[in-house]
């Protein structure tokens, strides 16, 4: 069926990097771009990015630049999301968001990162 | 970055009473391909968002019909007909015209009395 399955979860170090991956089924993965979306323990969403699967281009949140870096694999249908130079303030759940003419319809079920020394 | 507004942050309605949110955004959301980019989605407890209305008044697919969106420019509404008890969860408008620079409200938590 349709879905985005997402990694486990993972605990790093401050000035560590991070790696998600959000892996695509159910519909041909270079029809749609993905966002990447983030949510602070009790707080509320924070747009990171957006990738195109199909060219590879992005488009990342002025907060990010330079620390985030979204790539993609078409040959397994998956988008990853890297974001190094951890400090606290990055322990969140990561979420991928498909965009269908700007519908966010399908989301992963999220990666819960921990930053903790 | 355009910033959103929402109000009240939290609301306990009794099932079966209506509810209404407002989200407000410091920019027109009135993109000049005629489209307004003013979304609401709903968190449910543990669970990533789901999409309510997008372009303001459009139900998504699946969405139930007491969910309405109204709006335009910069003053936006998600009203509940009849609240029921899966409708609990935190609620966001987000604006998408302002690439690469979308933004959501803070959210409005929503209980049942």
């Known amino acids: 069926q349709v879905q985005l399955v997402q990694s486990g979860a993972e605990v790093k170090k401050p000035g560590a990097s991070v790696k998600v991956s959000c892996k695509a089924s159910g519909y041909t993965f270079t029809s749609y771009y993905m966002h990447w979306v983030r949510q602070a323990p009790g707080q509320g969403l924070e747009w990171m990015g957006i990738?195109?699967?199909?060219?590879?281009?992005?488009s990342y949140a002025q907060k990010f630049q330079g620390r985030v870096t979204m790539t993609r694999d078409t040959s397994t249908s998956t988008v990853y999301m890297e974001l190094s130079s951890l400090r606290s303030e990055d322990t969140a759940v990561y979420y991928c968001?498909?965009?269908?003419?700007?519908?966010?319809?399908?989301w992963g079920r999220g990666t819960l990162v921990t930053v903790s020394s | 970055d355009i910033v959103m507004t929402q109000t009240p942050l939290s609301l306990s309605v009794t099932p079966g009473q209506p509810a209404s949110i407002s989200c407000k955004s410091s920019q027109s959301l009135l993109h000049s391909d005629g489209k307004t980019y003013l979304y609401w989605y709903l968190q449910k407890p543990g669970q990533p968002p789901q999409l309510l209305i997008y372009?303001?008044?459009n139900r998504f697919s699946g969405v139930p019909d007491r969910f309405s969106g109204s709006g335009s420019g910069t003053d936006f509404t998600l009203k509940i007909s009849r609240v029921e008890a899966e409708d609990v969860g935190v609620y966001y408008c987000m604006q998408s015209i302002q690439l690469p620079s979308i933004t959501f409200g803070q959210g409005t938590r929503l209980e049942i009395k």
């Open positions: 990738i195109n699967p199909s060219g590879g281009s992005t």
């Open positions: 968001a498909r965009d269908d003419s700007s519908c966010w319809g399908l």
């Open positions: 372009e303001v008044s």
